[in-house]
């Protein structure tokens, strides 16, 4: 389920949205103003790092 980036072209709020399949072709409401004037924005790719995630970077690795 691919988390989304939205602003709201009526109130300027960003908020984020999770979309089903079947969702896509709605508008999507702003939770702020409740307008369904908003966009899609791009959004960033964020990558996780390896490692067990539970420790510091330096002390996860390899020796």
């Not at 409740?34 to 790719?45: E, W």
């Amino acid at each position: 389920m691919p988390i989304y980036e939205f602003k709201c072209q009526q109130c300027g709020e960003e908020f984020e949205q999770i979309l089903f399949a079947s969702d896509r072709e709605e508008a999507v409401a702003c939770p702020a103003c409740k307008s369904k004037k908003t966009r899609k924005l791009m959004s960033a790719f964020a990558g996780g790092k390896s490692g067990c995630g539970a420790c510091s970077a330096t002390s996860c690795a390899p020796s």
